[in-house]
């Protein structure tokens, strides 16, 4: 069964314009749930995390997320792309809480961003 | 600190071959992970470890093994390599808490021929 799904393996915008990253999650308990980016040819990096304390979530480089019980979704967005923000995005959740806390990773959604 | 390090960062096997990729850590991480990442599938677990000397298989653990002799270094290991296992690896690490971000090494791109 897929934790985690992400619309859209491709994603394209303009410079400027708003960025958004679909990201829904199925879960029988609580969730943690984070995105990452991935640079070309470079490994994961943590942009940001829901872990219960505040709905409306605030990463770095600008990037914002919603959890959303009603709609199991945790969005990615930023007001403005830059050229910078040219990168594969991964929305994973942590379903088991006392075991390993394994990841689970969506597929992937890559971003690209027009000058 | 150097985080999480990996070696080699690219190899060429041939099918049959054995070898054996290494993940560092100096972060004193209890909990380290081996993903492999394949086009359109994201990241899956392959193995993962909890502490020193335990190891756990993950989502797809067939074909590998993975040792966990000391702290900081968690090995992957392919005794018979496939063309089925080419494929990026990335080892992580984290200090174990459900709620602690992983932490990933640059990778590893392993071409079975």
């Known amino acids: 069964a897929q934790s985690v799904t992400q619309l859209g393996s491709h994603v394209s915008v303009s410079e400027g314009a708003l960025v958004l990253l679909r990201c829904n999650y199925s879960?029988?308990?609580?969730?943690?749930l984070f995105w990452y980016v991935q640079y070309p040819n470079q490994g994961l990096q943590l942009l940001l995390k829901?872990?219960?304390?505040?709905?409306l979530v605030k990463g770095i480089n600008g990037f914002e997320a919603e959890f959303k019980k009603s709609e199991t979704s945790f969005h990615l967005t930023k007001p403005s792309a830059h050229m910078s923000d040219a990168a594969e995005y991964f929305c994973?959740?942590?379903?088991?809480?006392?075991?390993?806390?394994?990841?689970?990773f969506g597929t992937g959604t890559r971003l690209t961003v027009i000058p | 600190n150097a985080g999480v390090t990996q070696t080699p960062k690219f190899r060429v096997l041939k099918t049959g071959q054995s070898m054996t990729l290494l993940c560092a850590q100096d972060?004193?991480?209890?909990?380290m992970y081996w993903y492999r990442q394949d086009p359109g599938m994201g990241l899956r677990l392959i193995h993962y470890?909890?502490?020193?000397?335990?190891?756990a298989k993950g989502e797809v653990p067939d074909g590998y093994n993975v040792s966990r002799l000391k702290k900081q270094n968690f090995l992957l290991g392919l005794e018979s390599a496939a063309p089925s296992q080419t494929s990026v690896y990335f080892c992580?690490?984290?200090?174990?808490?459900?709620?602690?971000?992983?932490?990933f090494g640059p990778g590893t791109r392993l071409t079975v021929l």
């Open positions: 829901y872990t219960s304390a505040a709905t």
């Open positions: 994973a959740v942590i379903l088991d809480q006392t075991g390993a806390n394994n990841l689970f």
């Open positions: 992580a690490s984290s200090r174990g808490l459900s709620y602690n971000e992983q932490f």
């Open positions: 879960s029988s308990v609580p969730p943690y």
């Open positions: 470890s909890v502490g020193e000397g335990t190891t």
């Open positions: 972060m004193n991480h209890e909990y």
